[in-house]
């Protein structure tokens, strides 16, 4: 497989010296950090036993939601996280009862009709067959995985994103979130020995990287393919501030997600294409390192996301992983992911705010339709503990 990634330039980081100053990000650092998380997880966690937290906070509080939301595993993925780390059965019998739910979501149809089966089998039923060899977690898991696929439209080449596959308004989109689903189909080849899955998450992954990647390495956050010929249409958002900006979060999606396909499928243009992205990414933040909700502002009143700022140190050290010790960026990426960590902790987190039940404040979810601006999102809480556990252990991904 090939990526047509030759055609998107690549920025050189502009001001290197910022992302290669020395940070305070030490063991000691990050495991007071992973104590601030652990301590509001231990806040939350009865609450959030049979409920779960909804996908933002108002007013810095998750209010309980059922699990109907396409965000509820990233509080499961947290459990095991803090599973993981503490070893402390506590986490694991509330993470175990919610695959259940998981399980039980799938089995009636609960809200599944969309491409995120990815975030919610991977972070729930994925890690805890791999941590604990769940069995019915395993097939609950390729189970979603069954599902997911069903929306492949094999003319595009795609996998579309939201609504029903013959929704004029939806068919034939796709979006760079998708990237983060296409572990679930990668792992469900690799328990089940069907290539199937593996070669349609390929497929969607080589459609992403040549329509939704702009050729100044910025992405659309969604892109319209023809369903019936094929053809590439258009690109626009939804969550970003204009069709033709970059939407902050969208772009970490990308420089994650990309390196994930790239720890399966081994095609070495999916990390020269996510290092392009990030430098794209990297020269746009403004003093504090933390970027704008949109990268088209770079200074000013906007509200920051401290959420595509948590993806995108995980994608950071991810991507990192796979440079070869003589890449001269491959320190330059690891250093930045640091410096971003100790600025989340320092300015984002709630440790000084006893009523909150997130741990990263300043995100945003979605600016233009008002919801969660300024607030705290699930994800960015998960993301942030995914990073310092990191950071502290060789961690074997759920993803
Ligand atoms: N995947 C939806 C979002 O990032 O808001």
């Known amino acids: 497989m090939t990526v047509f990634v030759d055609e998107v330039r690549e920025e050189k980081i502009r001001d290197k010296e910022r992302f290669e100053k020395t940070s305070a990000v030490n063991r000691a650092f990050v495991e007071k950090a992973i104590q601030h998380v652990l301590a509001k997880i231990d806040q939350s966690l009865d609450v959030f036993t049979d409920m779960f937290p909804d996908s933002n906070s108002e007013n810095l509080v998750y209010k309980p939601i059922q699990n109907v939301e396409w965000t509820t595993s990233f509080w499961t993925g947290m459990l095991w996280l803090a599973y993981e780390y503490t070893r402390n059965e506590k986490y694991r019998k509330v993470a175990e009862k919610q695959v259940e739910s998981f399980k ?10 969309h491409h995120d089966l990815g975030f919610l ?3 729930s039923c994925v890690s805890a067959y791999k941590l604990t060899g769940n069995e019915e977690a395993k097939e609950t898991a390729i189970k979603a995985a069954d599902l997911l696929i069903t929306r492949y439209l094999d003319k595009a080449g795609i996998i579309q994103a939201w609504g029903d596959l013959n929704d004029p308004k939806e068919r034939g989109r796709m979006i760079i979130d998708c990237n983060m689903n296409l572990p679930l189909l990668y792992w469900a080849s690799e328990v089940t020995g069907k290539s199937v ?7 969607h992954v080589k459609q992403a990287a040549k329509y939704i990647v702009r050729q100044d390495a910025s992405t659309f956050h969604t ?3 023809d369903p019936n010929t094929g053809k590439p249409l258009y690109g626009n958002t939804r969550q970003g501030y204009s069709d033709n900006s970059c939407w902050a979060r969208g772009q970490s999606w990308g420089i994650y997600g990309f390196p994930l396909s790239y720890q399966y499928i081994h095609d070495w243009s999916l990390i020269e294409l996510a290092k392009k992205l990030t430098n ?3 020269n746009r933040l403004p003093e504090d390192q933390i970027c704008y909700w949109d990268l088209i502002f770079t200074e000013g009143d906007e509200e920051r996301d401290s959420s595509a700022a948590a993806i995108t140190v995980c994608g950071l050290l991810e991507m990192a992983k796979h440079l070869p010790l003589t890449d001269p960026e491959r320190r330059t990426y690891e250093n930045a992911a640091l410096i971003m960590i100790q600025s989340l902790y320092e300015n984002y987190t709630t440790e000084i705010d006893s009523e909150a039940n997130g741990i990263l404040k300043h995100a945003v979810y979605y600016k233009g339709g008002g919801r969660g601006v300024d ?3 699930i994800w960015g809480d998960y993301y942030y503990f995914e990073a ?3 950071l ?3 961690w074997k991904m759920y993803w």
């Open 392 to 394: 502290v252990k060789d």
């Open 280 to 282: 794209y990414y990297l």
């Open 375 to 377: 607030e705290s999102c």
């Open 388 to 390: 310092l556990i990191r």
């Open 121 to 123: 089998y991977t972070l």
């Open 223 to 225: 892109y319209y393919m």
């Open 197 to 203: 899955y593996r070669e349609i998450g390929q497929t």
């Open 104 to 113: 039980e979501r799938l089995d009636n149809r609960i809200e599944v009709d």
